[in-house]
């Protein structure tokens, strides 16, 4: 695992010096079924797009705040990732897009009766959102509404 030592320097002062909000935890929802009779969708933050969709706006100014539907039989060969962080390294997703978006793995999962199903369409973000309340209080209810509507029962998600 990384240390914040092990970053550039400009990003160990941002790091230490943004002012992260502070939220209450509130527990969670709980799966109401058994995972093997469960659908389960993935939300990731590598900022995938395919390559007949619009690529997140790198100069979005806070960061962009839209997300991006990538559907289950998404060739993951074919995605983008514009995750404009300098202290991401992107080599590992780049060779495998599973690492973040492991759409084979869930339908290795689906196959085993691990699981009951994936969902029709998974969810992209960009990371590195360093103003988030457009996220909040906008793009989070449409995505959470996306998942609804495809009846997902757990989500995973994968944060880069």
């Known amino acids: 695992m990384a240390k914040l030592s092990d970053m550039k320097m400009k990003y160990r002062i941002f790091m230490k010096n943004y002012k992260y909000n502070s939220l209450e935890w509130k527990t969670g929802v709980k799966l109401e079924k058994p995972l093997n009779a469960s659908r389960i969708g993935v939300v990731t933050t590598a900022a995938f797009h395919r390559p007949d969709q619009t690529p997140f706006d790198t100069g ?12 289950e039989d998404t060739d993951l060969n074919e995605l983008k990732a514009v995750h404009p962080s300098g202290s991401f390294d992107h080599s590992g997703i780049d060779r495998d897009a599973n690492l973040s978006l492991p759409l084979d793995r869930l339908r290795e999962l689906k196959n085993e009766g691990f699981i009951g199903s994936s969902s029709p369409r998974h969810l992209s973000f960009m990371g590195v959102i360093i103003s988030p309340s457009m996220l909040i209080a906008e793009t989070a209810e449409k995505a959470a509404d996306i998942l609804i509507e495809d009846q997902v029962d757990g989500v995973l998600l994968t944060p880069v």
């Open 60 to 71: 979005y100014r806070g960061g962009d705040p839209s997300f991006r539907i990538l559907p």
